[in-house]
């Protein structure tokens, strides 16, 4: 295992932002001396849109780039600000402090100027049309395919952020799009500096398999991204793919609730939905999945949706690497979902001694029925008793049925009409 390194965390960026027709340029500076930029190309015109939508994107952008070098200060060129920003920087910064194992960090965010609050009427917009984040990916092709259902107008759109994935998410998007019959349109992000900065204020980006290039808190941008697409198409919904565990799952330590997913959970949306309805004031954010477990959703495409899903993506390094986290994963999920067992003694005990970041495994529930019939059989050996204890003690009195039972429970979704039909 590579010794990690310490974190020095960097002391202040700062950001500014300009628009030239179709493309967003951000740029910013470490330390006042590491200059980078974030390009972002839109499919159509984005100077057309009133500054308001701008200063968003570019919010997003410095919380991002702020929480990736940890900066202890955040200054703005332009005005802005509100509660519902702090907490969205607070909480990038927590799950990022803690994945580190670095002192909590509390930021100083300086705009320009305090903006604010002004809701200005607008033309309402359409409840049936909804613009959706589509990576080419098991839970976003379910969500198109249950929007779509529901007979809403779907304005998908693809962000290239992934750094080595991007590709092979581009040719699912292709396959998928001829075979839905949807357009999806395009957005360019070209951050050169992205690797640079990931690898030397962090030990947790970029190293094959254990931790993939996805900058941390991208749904941020994602969703200032779809804001745009929302006013461009008159759509009242902005829709991602995320499941219940990214949506609930949180971490209670230290006297924090921290969100463990980033963005990808229910009061980090709600935070920007609130930042947005000053611009929209009739704009929802929505995951038609976030009812479903990562296994009911597997479940539910290959039993309804076979061919679509074998067209979908998986991994965050490769085609199927076969190794990382994720593929490890939907190996799981295929093998429960096929009623096939390959565990060996050796995977049995690699996942007991695998050290989760959160202290409990995301996938707790569907883990424990995989690995059941070896859990009971070594529950009471001294070897491993404390291991199982510490994963899977609050759930051990589940039967394989009763766990399995869990998995499929359909949770409420506040997010979508109460008639939306899964």
């Not at 395009?186 to 500096?193: A, D, E, F, M």
Request: glycine share 4%; aromatic share 14%; proline share 2%.
């Amino acid at each position: 295992m590579k010794k990690e390194k310490t974190i020095k965390p960097a002391k202040h960026v700062y950001c500014d932002f300009a628009v030239r027709n179709e493309v967003f340029h951000f740029s910013y500076i470490i330390d006042k001396s590491d200059k980078g930029v974030i390009e972002i190309t839109f499919p159509f015109s984005i100077k057309k849109f009133s500054q308001a939508y701008h200063r968003l994107l570019a919010s997003s952008c410095a919380a991002v780039v702020g929480s990736l070098v940890l900066a202890e200060e955040i200054e703005m060129s332009w005005s802005g600000g509100s509660n519902f920003f702090e907490e969205i920087v607070t909480s990038l910064y927590d799950i990022r402090t803690f994945s580190e194992g670095v002192d909590y960090i509390n930021p100083n965010v300086l705009f320009a100027k305090k903006s604010t609050r002004q809701v200005k009427k607008y033309k309402d917009l359409k409840d049936s049309r909804a613009v959706l984040s589509w990576s080419g990916g098991i839970d976003s092709s379910l969500s198109l395919l249950l929007l779509k259902k529901n007979k809403f107008t779907v304005y998908p759109f693809f962000t290239d952020i992934n750094i080595h994935q991007k590709s092979h998410e581009l040719e699912s998007i292709e396959r998928l799009s001829k075979q839905l019959e949807v357009t999806c349109e395009r957005v360019n992000v070209w951050w050169p500096k992205i690797l640079e900065h990931g690898k030397k204020y962090s030990n947790k980006f970029d190293h094959f398999p254990e931790y993939n290039a996805i900058p941390f808190g991208r749904d941020f941008i994602h969703s200032m991204i779809g804001l745009f697409f929302a006013k461009q198409y008159d759509a009242k919904n902005i829709c991602f793919g995320h499941e219940h565990e990214l949506w609930k799952n949180d971490i209670k330590i230290d006297g924090k609730v921290i969100e463990r997913n980033d963005m990808q959970n229910e009061r980090n949306m709600k935070r920007i939905e609130n930042m947005a309805k000053d611009l929209l004031p009739q704009i929802t954010f929505v995951s038609p999945i976030a009812g479903l477990s990562k296994y009911a959703v597997y479940e539910m495409m290959a039993t309804n949706y076979l061919s679509v899903l074998q067209n979908t993506t998986t991994c965050y390094f490769k085609k199927r690497c076969g190794q990382c986290n994720n593929c490890k994963l939907m190996e799981v999920i295929e093998e429960l979902y096929a009623g096939e067992d390959t565990i060996t003694f050796s995977d049995f005990k690699h996942m007991l001694s695998f050290k989760n970041t959160v202290k409990k495994e995301t996938f707790q529930t569907m883990i424990y029925v995989y690995y059941y019939d070896w859990l009971q059989k070594y529950k009471t050996d001294k070897r491993f008793i404390e291991l199982i204890q510490n994963k899977y003690g609050d759930i051990m009195h589940l039967s394989k049925q009763e766990a399995m039972d869990l998995l499929l429970v359909r949770h409420k979704n506040m997010t979508i009409p109460l008639d939306f039909v899964i």
